[in-house]
Nanobody
Framework: QVQLVESGGGLVQAGDSLRLSCVAS????????LGWFRQVPGKEREFVAR???????TDYDDSVEGRFTISRDNANTVHLQMNSLKPEDTAVYYC???????????????WGQGTQVTVSS
């Protein structure tokens, strides 16, 4: 079992930056890939970024490539640096653990409670 706690959400203006953080705990946290998804009301949760358990490999959705950077301090802490934010980045952002990519897309085994990011135009 892995527990995930996010922090760092808030209200910013278009073009601003924001940094999300997530602390993972639990028996299997150190061996898990960590990442971020986001969701807006009425839509499915969508993949944003992922970093491997060792931190050597990262993956991004095309919509955030070049603007967002995922990093990992250690086995249990992951960050999402979001630059050049756009109104369409507004969503609840969820930290996730145990991400794997399937033919149908990315899935995760564990989820945080989510943190709201709002970007005003």
């Amino acid at each position: 079992q892995v527990q995930l706690v996010e922090s760092g959400g808030g209200l910013v203006q278009a073009g601003d930056s924001l940094r999300l953080s997530c602390v993972a705990s639990g028996r299997t946290a150190s061996g898990s890939s960590l990442g971020w998804f986001r969701q807006v009301p009425g839509k499915e949760r969508e993949f944003v970024a992922r970093i491997s358990w060792g931190g050597s490999r990262t993956d991004y959705d095309d919509s955030v490539e070049g603007r967002f950077t995922i990093s990992r301090d250690n086995a249990n802490t992951v960050h999402l640096q979001m630059n050049s934010l756009k109104p369409e980045d507004t969503a609840v952002y969820y930290c996730a653990a145990g991400l794997l990519k399937y033919a149908s897309g990315w899935r995760a085994d564990y989820w945080g409670q989510g943190t709201q990011v709002t970007v005003s135009s």
